[in-house]
């Protein structure tokens, strides 16, 4: 007995590539880096607040920030800061902001920049961090949520040139662990060049 050959019909409507959007991965990594630059100008405004130096950002948008643009704004409120001198009454308030909770630890500026090896803006920073030793945001052994340093940061993103800014103030911050029990050199991808043998040389 013969049975004629039918074609069947899914139950349900197959769905195509043409029904699914995907964002292609170069446009979602270009809007994580541009929304870090905004939060890196967000935080140095807020330190340019706090330090009375708000005339130094207050025309800037922070679509408009880059490096060069970035590291001109701390050096200004850098330079705002040693003409003040000793007036540190009008800090304290944002300070407290700044330095963050420690239930809840942030990542720092300097976790952001040393994600980008933003170096020029990077040592910009720690010259401000001189005048303000207090300040977290400038601390470059200050944590995140998951313990980790600016330094564990620097290895991660293969940030070479900030690594070595930061092993040349406090050698010491390579052996920092996070979390995890992890120290910076173990973060980093498999295919990152080998900042510590590099730094020997």
């Known amino acids: 007995m013969f049975f004629a050959s039918r074609k069947l019909r899914p139950l349900y409507p197959v769905s195509t590539a043409a029904d699914f ?3 292609p991965a170069a446009e979602h990594e270009q809007k994580e880096d541009d929304d ?3 939060q890196i100008f967000e935080k140095i405004r807020l330190v340019a607040c706090a ?3 708000f005339s130094a950002v207050e025309n800037i ?3 408009s920030c880059m490096e060069s643009l970035l590291t001109n704004l701390v050096q200004q409120i850098d330079t705002q ?3 003040h001198g000793s007036s540190l009454e009008f800090r304290a308030e944002l300070l407290n902001l700044l330095n963050g909770s420690s239930q809840f630890p942030s990542k720092t500026v300097l976790h952001l920049v040393a994600s980008f090896d933003y170096d020029r803006l990077f040592e910009a920073l720690i ?3 001189r005048k303000v030793p207090l300040c977290r945001e400038l601390d470059i052994f200050a944590r995140d949520n998951d313990g980790s340093t600016p330094l564990h940061f620097a290895f991660k993103h293969n940030a070479s ?3 070595r800014i930061i092993m040349n103030i406090d050698a010491s911050a390579i052996d920092v662990m996070n979390d995890k029990g992890k120290t910076p050199s173990e973060v980093a991808p498999e295919d990152a060049m080998d900042i510590l043998s590099e730094k020997k040389h």
């Open 61 to 63: 948008q922070s679509s």
């Open 127 to 129: 010259d401000l961090s």
């Open 21 to 23: 959007s995907y964002e």
């Open 161 to 163: 040139r900030t690594a």
């Open 36 to 38: 870090k630059l905004v």
């Open 81 to 83: 800061v040693t003409s």
């Open 51 to 53: 330090f009375n130096a």
